[in-house]
């Protein structure tokens, strides 16, 4: 089993839809849970941490089971500026880790007009 | 906000040669990342880095790597002897916090490295 699995995509939704994006993990010791955005060719960038009560950051919701080891991203009103490639990433620290990202393989969304 | 900074963006090299990538971590940050990412593959840990030495490093991370940070502010990766399949977007990336903080690493622009 993969570490960290995602959806395959593409995902291709028209602008102002909503698309949601869902990921599971296989270390339950995972401690931090994260979604980062990627556009082509261009290092990823923190879109938000996931907060076993779930959280809210404008049209983006995260949410995470810890039980399931499963997380999911809500985005609502899609912009075209969203096109990009959504990555999961699970940390875990403990014994000899610091903190090293583990990063599932994305999935790629593109929103057209 | 501040950056992770690294160089070069690209770079070209034979079979064989050394290679360094440099990266200039956010200065009050003390844990450092290598990450590659082959094209068209997931994002892959390579090395972390604290209190000047290797705190921990993937399978990926053998021989013909290794890190450094030579001074108060640069950090380097380099490989001895570069392979076909070095060829990858290498990462710099760096954290105010240990590990077990829930904060995500902020990440360089990358450097495209072509072994030809």
């Known amino acids: 089993r993969k570490e960290v699995e995602q959806d395959p995509g593409p995902f291709n939704v028209p602008e102002g839809a909503t698309v949601a994006f869902n990921c599971t993990y296989s270390n339950s010791a995972s401690q931090s849970f994260f979604w980062y955005r990627q556009d082509c060719r261009k290092e990823p960038k923190l879109l938000m941490s996931v907060y076993s009560s779930g959280n809210e950051d404008g049209r983006f919701t995260a949410q995470l089971n810890r039980a399931s080891q499963y997380i999911s991203l809500l985005i609502r009103d899609s912009k075209l500026s969203d096109s990009a490639t959504y990555l999961c990433?699970?940390?875990?620290?403990?014994?000899?880790?610091?903190?090293?990202?583990?990063f599932g393989q994305g999935t790629i969304l593109t929103v057209h007009p | 906000e501040p950056e992770v900074t690294q160089t070069p963006s690209h770079q070209v090299t034979q079979m064989g040669q050394e290679v360094i990538l440099r990266c200039v971590p956010i200065s009050n940050h003390l844990y450092f990342y290598w990450y590659r990412q082959i094209l068209g593959q997931k994002v892959e840990f390579l090395v972390s880095?604290?209190?000047?030495?290797?705190?921990?490093k993937s399978e990926i991370f053998d021989d013909q790597f290794s890190v450094e940070r030579p001074d108060g502010s640069n950090f380097t990766l380099k490989i001895r002897s570069t392979k076909l399949e070095d060829s990858a977007m290498y990462f710099c990336?760096?954290?105010?916090?240990?590990?077990?903080?829930?904060?995500?690493?902020?990440f360089g622009s990358g450097t495209r490295l072509t072994v030809v």
């Open positions: 880095f604290y209190n000047n030495e290797i705190s921990e």
């Open positions: 990336a760096s954290s105010e916090f240990y590990g077990g903080a829930n904060y995500g690493y902020t």
């Open positions: 990433v699970v940390k875990y620290a403990g014994g000899t880790s610091y903190g090293k990202l583990t």
